[in-house]
């Protein structure tokens, strides 16, 4: 992949994590997806695992300012996350996963709703709550079913987030 491809692919990340669309990152898109999650599942912001994925929200937030955030204004723009992105990703995709590692356990705890694990379809409905498509939802967290046993773990998803900053992507 080139250069060019490359950045493109990562700015169209952007909006992923720009949740309220007002065409910057910052720290209420982060506890906005938390709290959109914790909704989908009915999970009390108070309760243990809610404190866990707010306090996981912050950690990726922090991580995500510390590697894009420029100018130090609190926000990132499009081009500083495709800047920080391209700059320090390509090279180590595992250190964004890192990154993102309290958010995503927490989320994992929320949406593993029988102490087994999370299923496919409770992946599929944090991703739609996240603003995936529903078709692309299912897609995904069938993909993210890496050894097919019904369950997503955290080494499968630590391994596709990682993968979604640095392959090629149709359309992306």
Request: net charge negative; proline share 3%; hydrophobic share 45%.
């Amino acid at each position: 992949m080139d250069s060019a491809e490359y950045e493109r692919k990562i700015a169209a990340r952007f909006a992923s994590f720009d949740q309220d669309h007002n065409g910057y990152i910052d720290r209420e898109d982060f506890s906005g997806a938390a709290k959109a999650v914790l909704a989908e599942f009915g999970t009390t912001a108070r309760c243990d695992k809610g404190q866990a994925l707010y306090a996981g929200a912050e950690a990726f937030w922090q991580g995500m300012a510390g590697i894009a955030d420029v100018d130090g204004d609190q926000r990132v723009t499009r081009e500083e996350f495709v800047t920080g992105a391209v700059k320090r990703l390509r090279d180590s995709p595992q250190r964004f996963a890192e990154i993102a590692r309290p958010f995503l356990r927490a989320v994992i705890a929320v949406a593993d709703e029988d102490g087994q694990g999370p299923t496919v379809a409770s992946a599929e409905r944090v991703l739609r709550v996240l603003g995936v498509g529903a078709e692309l939802a299912g897609i995904a967290a069938a993909a993210l079913d890496a050894d097919g046993d019904g369950r997503i773990a955290e080494a499968e998803i630590l391994a596709a987030f990682a993968g979604y900053f640095t392959t090629p992507a149709p359309d992306a």
